[in-house]
């Protein structure tokens, strides 16, 4: 059975920094974008980061950029976000993607182009 496992999540203090893990199980990831989403409480599930099948390309979200890195390992079986200088608003539940998509700006914008979901990482943010 196909499915994304996502790992990595906790308790962060702001301004400091935690990496979430994806792993994919019964499937490799090779022709398919990834992408992290986000969704807080009462708020959409939000694309952030996403990664091109080949890694060669990202895109980020504009509240994200700087501060957020994905990654995908060249056994594409895996792919990592690592998250630095975390602020308040991060806090959420994270979610992996993976798709067969050409365009890093609709796999970032679109969940409807999501073919397989994580089942999510809680990131709580608190000093």
């Not at 060669?56 to 060249?74: E, L, M, P, Q």
């Not at 056994?75 to 630095?84: C, D, F, G, R, Y």
């Not at 182009?113 to 994580?118: N, P």
Request: charged share 15%; with cysteine.
């Amino acid at each position: 059975q196909k499915h994304l496992v996502d790992s990595g999540g906790g308790l962060v203090q702001p301004g400091g920094s935690l990496r979430l893990s994806c792993a994919a199980s019964g499937f490799k990831l090779t022709y398919h974008t990834l992408a992290w989403y986000r969704q807080a409480p009462g708020k959409e599930r939000e694309g952030v980061a996403c990664i091109s099948a080949d890694g060669r390309s990202t895109y980020y979200a504009d509240a994200v950029k700087g501060r957020f890195t994905i990654s995908r390992n060249s056994a594409q079986t895996s792919a990592n976000l690592q998250i630095t200088n975390v602020k308040p608003e991060d806090a959420a539940t994270y979610y992996c993607a993976a798709a067969v998509v050409g365009n890093l700006y609709h796999m970032c914008t679109m969940p409807g182009a999501v073919d397989y979901w994580g089942q999510g990482s809680q990131v709580t943010v608190s000093s």
